[in-house]
């Protein structure tokens, strides 16, 4: 079966950098996703890995290890407007994505 | 603006009633896809369609139908709506067979079934 985990809220504070976690089990990888989704809207894209290792874009960074089932979400210089739900996605074998509960990120200033 | 519409924006609906929700992408993105979101769970696929004229069932599909007549239409419909189908409807396309196949997202049909 499919699995993914990821926390149900945080706090951090503008200015400074948090780190959210998703750890997934599965038997099939074919990449992982990050996407933001502010309250009422739709989930955007912000980060696919689908190799180990870090993918760096402005402020966000994400990074994944396979072997570990594990990948986070970096994201520095917080701003108010990051007050959003982060969501990790899998992509299985079959070629469709499988998503976490989703972590809510409450920035405090 | 490039993108996908979804129709209605919200909607309460009678227990028993039929509802069409609509979905239309102007991106020419071969596959599209419809999920359900509800508080404290992940997104869940319903259906999903790799290219106009095919479509396949995902991990909800249960009293849902789907149709893929042409590229840009992706329509779901509740032939019998119920309480449990109260969620956010979201519809997503993606350009399928590319490097990442990025699925973009539609705003949202908040659906109500009383």
Known sequence: GQNIDQPTEMTA????????????????????????????????????NVLDGLEEKGRFSSFLSRSKGY????????QMKDSASYLC????????????????????? | IAGITQAPTSQILAAGRRMTLRCTQDMRHNAMYWYRQDLGLGLRLIHYSN????????????????????????????????????????????????????????????????
């Open chain 1, 13 to 48: 504070t503008e200015g400074a950098i948090v780190q959210i976690n998703c750890t997934y089990q599965t038997s099939g990888f074919n990449g992982l996703f990050w996407y933001q989704q502010h309250a009422g809207e739709a989930p955007t894209f912000l980060s696919y």
């Open chain 2, 51 to 114: 290219t106009a004229g095919t479509t396949g069932k995902g991990e909800v599909p249960d009293g849902y139908s789907v149709s893929r007549a042409n590229t840009d239409d992706f329509p779901l419909t509740l032939a019998s709506a119920v309480p449990s189908q109260t969620s956010v409807y979201f519809c997503a396309s993606s350009e399928a067979g590319g490097a990442t196949d990025t699925q973009y997202f539609g705003p949202g049909t908040r659906l109500t079934v009383l």
């Open chain 1, 89 to 109: 996605a899998l992509r299985d074998s079959n070629y469709q994505l499988i998503w976490g509960a989703g972590t809510k990120l409450i920035i405090k200033p």
């Open chain 1, 71 to 78: 990948s986070y979400l970096l994201l520095k210089e917080l």
